[in-house]
């Protein structure tokens, strides 16, 4: 027998994969985009280059989690699109509530209880709070697929988190959404990209990193002269 590893057919797949991907449009807000870190939405606002530093991989990632979500969705009610206030929205099912599905390669022995998950996945919390808004609904479900469960040993693990919300709790955060929608787009007008940043995680695979060189240093400089202070005061153990 005669083998070997072929490069060409595997770029040649990933370059279709990439070609078959949802094309980003910069004209209507998404519940993804107001729920995530608002210097993403500022650039992408902006219309700037999405120029991820391996997009390969990122294809890969990506491709990895369409085809989770599309085992996962299991009930028939699935995949919907609401609109409201002019913001788009796209549940991945609905069972008796509507359900928000995650995949992750995390560990799942720390998620202990929907509060942690909450901690854990607040993107994903925040978007199912604005899919019950938008549906008239008070109570969802997080569906976390860990890949390799608690790593001990690695193997597949669901969990689930109910959650339920006062409509006002609900109300309350989606004028926040909106409010934020109208402070990137202000941002927007006067050429400034927002001065915050979302969670840290999100900037491992962002295209956008190119944009923000100088403003993560500062950042994480930051962090790390906090952490030092801190320590010096006693206040934390290192
Ligand atoms: S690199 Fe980080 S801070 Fe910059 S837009 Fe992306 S997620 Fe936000």
């Known amino acids: 027998m005669k083998g070997y590893e072929n490069k060409i057919v595997e770029k040649e797949i990933i370059e279709m994969l990439k070609a078959s991907g949802t094309p980003r449009s910069r004209r209507r807000w998404s519940v993804s985009m107001i ?78 209880d929907a509060n942690v998950a909450y901690e854990k996945f607040k993107i994903k919390v925040n978007q199912l709070m604005c899919y019950l808004y938008m549906d008239g609904t008070t109570e969802g479900d997080l569906m976390v697929f860990f890949l390799m469960g608690d ?36 941002r927007v007008r006067i050429g400034e990209p927002p001065e915050e940043m979302g969670e840290p995680y999100e900037c491992i695979n962002c295209g956008y990193r190119y944009c923000c060189v100088e403003f993560l240093k500062l950042q994480y400089n930051k962090l790390v002269v906090d952490l030092l202070d801190a320590y010096k005061k006693g206040e934390v153990i290192l």
């Not at 028939?76 to 788009?88: F, G, H, N």
């Not at 339920?164 to 109208?182: A, M």
């Open 35 to 112: 729920v995530c870190c608002p210097r993403r939405a500022y650039w992408w606002k902006r219309g700037a280059l999405w120029k991820p530093d391996d997009p390969d991989t990122l294809q890969l990632l990506f491709t990895r989690g369409k085809a989770h979500h599309g085992i996962l969705e299991v009930y028939s009610d699935k995949e919907k699109t609401m609109i409201k206030d002019e913001v788009l929205g796209h549940y991945d099912m609905r069972g008796e509530r509507i359900i928000e599905i995650y995949t992750t390669v995390l560990s799942s022995s720390g998620i202990i």
């Open 151 to 186: 790593y001990k040993p690695m193997k597949p693990q669901l969990k689930i988190f109910t959650y339920s919300f006062d409509p006002q709790e609900l109300k309350v955060h989606w004028d926040y959404r909106l409010s934020r929608i109208e402070y990137i787009e202000e």
